[in-house]
Each structure stands twice: as C-alpha cells, then as structure tokens.
C-alpha cells in the first residue's frame, strides 16, 4: 500500500472532519456527517445554558436562539430530517445538534442550505468515508479501516443497489 504524502492526508483529515460555516470572519457553526447523521455544532455565549436556548427542529427546518429573541439560525436543512431520531445537547460547553438523516447514506453538501457547499475534493472524502461506513456496517466481520479508494468514491447511497436500514436485511 502506498503511503499518502502528509500534506494529503493532513487535507484528508480536514475534509473528513468538522466543516467550518464562516460568516463575515467568524465561525457560526461546526458541521460533519456520517451514513446516518449531521451533527451541527455551536458555540453557545458565554453563561447561556440549556434552559435560556430555543430550538426547534423540522423536518426541513431549524431554528435555534435565545428564549424570547428572534432566532440566531432560522434555515432550511441541506436534505430531509426525522425529527423523532433528532435531537440537542450541550456537550463540553458546546450546543451539539444531532439530526437523523432521512436518506441513509446521503452526502449533504452543506449542514444548511445557502451556507456554502462542501468541495469538489471535500465532498469526494465524505463520499469515501460513507462508503467505507457503509462496508464496515454491511460486513461486520471485516475491518475496512484501511481501505482506499483509487478515483472517485460512488455514492453510499445508491451504489450496488443501494444502502439497507438494516443490513441483516440484504
């Protein structure tokens, strides 16, 4: 196996990870994804807990502010969102917002419409690291950690087949 350049894996990492949303110079939001989730991340104000936050999740929509504020996100998801399977938290003095995908294995370009879109080479790294969720979930007995692929990822949503909700279901 041919070891990546570290310039290459360092941008790997990045494109796998937490995606910034940035809005006139400062970080608004921290989002990622696996097969079956987004995650938004916020750093909430200094001394505001769980209890000042209003937040509400639609299917296609958030919002999130302060109780008694006009929302500081008011957006449109990427993609759909079952909102039975979604929720918030303050986790390590972070709001972590956790939403259920509705099409399992779906690459979402961005966590909110309108707030950029991922990179031709970003969105080619989640689309692997889907994929090789994907593998791992629907072949439990192999380790795929250091599986790669040579050109471009197909979608974990659609190929062979496409993803099963339940892999013992195949």
Same mark, same amino acid.
């Given at each position: ?22 809005? +006139? &110079?400062? *970080? ?6 696996? !097969? #079956?989730?987004? $995650? ?5 104000? +200094? &001394?505001? *807990? ?6 509400? !999740? #639609?299917?296609? $929509? ?109």
């Amino acid at each position: 196996m041919q070891e990546e350049a570290p310039e290459l894996k360092k941008l790997t990492e990045k494109a796998r990870g937490r995606q910034q949303f940035v809005f +006139e &110079g400062r *970080t608004v939001y921290e989002w990622e994804q696996n !097969i #079956d989730e987004t $995650h938004i991340y916020i750093q909430p104000p +200094e &001394g505001v *807990t769980k209890h000042q936050l209003d937040i509400k !999740i #639609d299917p296609r $929509h958030l919002k999130v502010g302060l109780k008694g504020n006009p929302p500081f996100l008011n957006e449109d998801f990427y993609s759909l969102v079952e909102t039975d399977a979604s929720f918030w938290m303050i986790e390590d003095n972070e709001l972590h917002i956790q939403l259920q995908k509705v099409h399992k294995g779906e690459t979402w370009g961005a966590a909110l419409k309108g707030h950029g879109q991922l990179d031709m080479f970003s969105e080619q790294e989640v689309n692997k690291k889907l994929m090789l969720e994907r593998f791992q979930e629907e072949h439990p007995g192999f380790d795929f950690s250091q599986a790669s692929f040579s050109g471009q990822a197909p979608s974990a949503r659609s190929f062979m087949g496409g993803v099963h909700h339940d892999p013992r279901m195949r």
